[in-house]
């Protein structure tokens, strides 16, 4: 048995997001799209102090654990922001600190 498959699935989920949202660049670019409140077409790092190259690397990142949506448009690619998984992070974190109040008796 896999050393991850000791783990429930919700965890393991968890742990694909906190893993991508651990670097900055990546909270950067979501943290962008939030604050445009639209999608967004275009080369996103004109608005970040990155290479193409790297912004694309964060990007791919960012949408194979599905926290943004990419869709083809032509030659351009439409970024948003994906609500779903931004919710499973807030979900995951109440669930952290709803074990964190129960426990609040331990001592230590």
Do not use: W
């Not at 048995?1 to 900055?24: G, I, N, R, T």
């Amino acid at each position: 048995m896999a050393k991850k498959e000791l783990f429930d699935a919700s965890l393991q989920k968890a742990a694909v997001y906190f893993k991508a949202l651990a670097h900055p660049a990546r909270l950067a670019i979501i943290n962008y799209l939030i604050e445009t409140g639209s999608c967004i077409t275009g080369d996103i790092s004109e608005e970040l102090p990155l290479s193409r190259t790297t912004v694309s690397q964060h990007l791919k990142e960012l949408k194979d654990c599905n926290l943004i949506q990419g869709t083809v448009e032509g030659t351009r690619v439409n970024y948003c922001i994906n609500a779903e998984g931004l919710e499973d992070i807030v979900s995951t974190l109440h669930g952290l600190v709803t074990n964190l109040e129960k426990s609040k008796s331990c001592k230590c």
